[in-house]
């Protein structure tokens, strides 16, 4: 066998080795960059109905015929922080995550239906972040999360 015919196998099959590779390092750094983008846009508007003042949000949530308005804009305020958190973490995933896709439907029902665009006070936003919820509730959130270290087999 010659040597470029040697060199051409090994380099083939280190081009073999990298492709097996790359779409699982591809597919974990984008759910690692979507739990994370995702994540810190729910705590930030979570936080923003808790540092406004949580009576605001109540009252913003009765008069747009939200039901149970001030028990709601505690658990939704809370839900987003807290969910938030853990999907940047990848904890809970996939419990979190649906809770946060339902929760996003019901702003768009509730708060935005009047429209589609964000400019127009629309539900377009909500929605983009419903769909983003449930594609980590149905994807999971990849090997880089909290939620793949504990399912991890621990060592004998």
């Known amino acids: 066998m010659s040597t470029q015919s040697t060199s051409t196998q090994s380099t083939s099959s280190i081009a073999r080795t990298l492709d097996h590779h790359r779409p699982a390092v591809s597919r974990d750094a984008g759910l690692l960059l979507g ?13 923003q109905k808790w540092s406004a003042g949580i ?6 949530f009765a008069g747009m015929g939200v039901p149970l308005a001030d028990v709601t804009a505690v658990l939704l305020a809370t839900l987003e ?3 938030g958190v853990l999907l940047v973490a990848g904890a809970l995933t996939t419990i979190v995550a649906p809770l946060l896709g ?4 019901g702003a768009a029902w509730f708060a935005h239906r009047d429209a589609f665009l964000v400019a127009d006070g629309g539900a377009e936003f909500v929605i983009v972040l419903a769909a983003a919820a449930f594609l980590l509730a149905l994807v999971g959130p990849g090997r880089w999360s909290v939620d793949a270290l504990l399912a991890r087999p621990r060592p004998a």
């Open 102 to 105: 339902v929760a996003m439907l």
């Open 55 to 60: 009576g605001g949000t109540q009252d913003g």
């Open 35 to 47: 739990r994370v983008v995702v994540g810190v846009v729910f705590v930030v508007h979570g936080w």
């Open 81 to 83: 922080v807290a969910g």
